[in-house]
């Protein structure tokens, strides 16, 4: 799959996006996932433009997808891959199963898998492509007792830094990740890092997910979302300051290959930082349905699922085989699938989304027969891929290809 700027946006005109796909996909029997080509293109693309030349390392996590990584990284502007575990970091760096090797894999989260750190640490050129991620001295101490210093390739190790904005008015804003919050924290772990026989500290990042990961436009919310915008402006000018007193205070003792920060809603303000060499991002790819109410950007829904009805209990109702596809998160319900097509129906507020069955209501329901199809969007991204084995990629009227998931190779990495 070669990706180009699409020269229209069909996805705009849903009453013809949706019964097209489903044309497309007539022969097929739910459940299955699609990927539009034009709306994953566009969606490339417009990254890009809203990273305005700061270069994009493909989030994995978002994605899940080898294929879709490999196009996505032929791309000019992104170049590198954040992995979410050491074993699948191993394997995105090693040509096993008819791919190509990525040699530029950092690990997003820390590891205390031992067996995978045995493998990275007993091949000099794994080593060389994978970097891990550690935000204290118990981390290194854990890949010491895994493999010994002497008896194994030096060890590549970014140092994540909390990015995380504390208010009086807000309280605690952001995810808990990393201890490592001030400058003087990031110098005494890097001190510690460099100090130690077996590592090389080559990158720091920090992901700011009160910014990239929270909705700032939710629909009848205007005052939340105002609160939201407000804490999201005042959180990046802390962060960016922070961030460039770390970087500046580390790379006094370590040279830094790269500083890897933001996430798919914080290309811009992310961008916008002179410390910041690469943005982590891989959501705004699928375009899920969590980025339906950003201010700044609206991607494609380039990745959907279709769902058989299999029940009329009653002519207004309509129900699904399937759709509990929960998204993680606080359980509330903004986590379910959404439903895109037909236009002008929802799930029952006491059933939801179901693992057996969702139930649905609305005229668009009630149009539904059985053996027909419904369309979904996942809340996020990457998590879609778990639930199937492969995605068919859909151009215009057509099935163009199909493109097995991590599960479906036989990769279940989390």
Same mark, same amino acid.
């Given at each position: 799959m070669?990706?180009a700027?699409?020269s229209s946006e069909?996805w705009?005109?849903?009453?013809?996006?949706?019964p097209r796909?489903t044309a497309?996909?007539?022969e097929?029997?739910p459940p299955f *996932?699609?990927i539009?080509?034009?709306? !994953? %293109?566009?969606?490339?693309?417009?990254?890009?433009?809203?990273?305005?030349?700061t270069?994009?390392r493909?989030?994995s996590?978002?994605?899940?997808?080898?294929?879709?990584i490999?196009?996505v990284?032929?791309?000019p502007?992104?170049?590198g891959?954040l992995?979410? /575990?050491?074993?699948?970091?191993?394997?995105l760096?090693?040509s096993a $199963?008819?791919h190509?090797?990525i040699?530029?894999?950092?690990?997003?989260?820390?590891?205390?898998d031992?067996?995978a750190?045995?493998?990275?640490?007993?091949?000099?050129?794994?080593?060389?492509?994978?970097t891990?991620?550690v935000?204290?001295?118990a +981390?290194?101490?854990?890949? &010491?007792?895994?493999?010994?210093p *002497?008896s194994?390739?030096?060890?590549? #190790?970014?140092?994540?830094? $909390?990015?995380?904005? &504390?208010?009086?008015? !807000? *309280?605690? /804003?952001?995810?808990?990740?990393?201890?490592?919050?001030?400058?003087?924290?990031?110098?005494?772990?890097?001190?510690?890092?460099?100090?130690?026989?077996?590592?090389?500290l080559?990158?720091?990042m *920090?992901?700011?997910?009160?910014?990239?990961?929270?909705?700032?436009?939710p629909a009848?919310?205007?005052?939340?979302?105002?609160?939201?915008?407000w804490? +999201?402006?005042?959180?990046?000018?802390? !962060?960016? $300051?922070?961030?460039?007193?770390?970087v500046? %205070?580390?790379?006094?003792?370590?040279?830094?290959?790269?500083?890897n920060?933001?996430?798919?809603g914080?290309?811009? %303000?992310?961008a916008?930082e002179?410390?910041?060499?690469?943005?982590?991002?891989?959501?705004?790819?699928?375009?899920p349905?969590?980025?339906?109410?950003?201010?700044?950007?609206h991607?494609?829904p380039?990745?959907?699922f279709a769902l058989?009805?299999?029940?009329?209990p +009653?002519p207004?109702?309509a #129900?699904?085989?399937?759709?509990?596809?929960i998204?993680?998160g606080?359980?509330?319900? &903004?986590?379910?699938?959404k #439903?895109?097509w037909?236009?002008g /129906?929802?799930?029952?507020?006491?059933e939801?989304?179901g693992?057996v +069955?969702?139930?649905?209501?609305?005229?668009?329901?009630?149009?539904?027969?059985?053996?027909?199809?419904a369309w !979904?969007r996942?809340t996020?991204a990457?998590?879609?891929?778990?639930?199937?084995?492969e995605f068919?990629? #859909?151009?215009? &009227?057509?099935?163009v $290809?199909?493109m097995?998931?991590?599960?479906?190779q036989?990769?279940?990495f989390?």
């Open positions: 070669q990706l700027r699409p069909p705009l005109t849903p009453s013809t996006y949706w796909l497309a996909t007539a097929l029997d *996932g699609v539009g080509v034009p709306a !994953l %293109s566009h969606n490339a693309f417009d990254m890009l433009d809203r990273a305005a030349g270069t994009i493909v989030a996590k978002s994605v899940r997808v080898r294929g879709v490999d196009a990284l032929a791309l502007g992104y170049a891959v992995a979410y /575990t050491l074993p699948e970091a191993l394997w760096a090693s $199963d008819g190509d090797a040699g530029d894999v950092v690990v997003g989260y820390p590891t205390a031992r067996a750190l045995r493998e990275l640490g007993a091949s000099a050129e794994l080593a060389s492509r994978v891990i991620m935000d204290s001295v +981390q290194l101490d854990l890949v &010491d007792a895994a493999i010994a *002497g194994r390739a030096p060890i590549r #190790v970014c140092l994540e830094l $909390d990015a995380s904005w &504390d208010t009086w008015f !807000l *309280g605690h /804003t952001g995810v808990r990740r990393s201890p490592v919050h001030t400058v003087s924290d990031a110098r005494a772990l890097a001190e510690a890092i460099v100090a130690r026989p077996g590592f090389e080559v990158g720091l *920090g992901y700011e997910a009160q910014i990239a990961g929270q909705v700032n436009n009848g919310r205007a005052a939340y979302g105002a609160i939201v915008r804490m +999201q402006r005042h959180s990046a000018a802390e !962060l960016a $300051d922070r961030r460039a007193r770390a500046a %205070s580390i790379r006094s003792i370590a040279d830094l290959e790269f500083v920060g933001g996430g798919t914080s290309l811009e %303000s992310s916008a002179s410390a910041v060499t690469e943005i982590a991002a891989g959501s705004g790819l699928f375009g349905h969590l980025f339906d109410n950003y201010t700044h950007f991607p494609a380039a990745a959907a058989s009805v299999v029940r009329k +009653q207004g109702l #129900v699904l085989l399937g759709g509990g596809w998204s993680s606080p359980p509330q319900p &903004d986590r379910m699938p #439903v895109v037909p236009e /129906t929802k799930m029952l507020a006491r939801m989304a693992e +069955q969702t139930p649905l209501e609305g005229p668009g329901a009630a149009g539904l027969k059985v053996g027909d199809r !979904l996942h996020k990457g998590e879609l891929s778990e639930h199937l084995d068919v990629l #859909v151009d215009g &009227d057509a099935i $290809d199909r097995p998931t991590y599960r479906g036989g990769k279940v989390l």
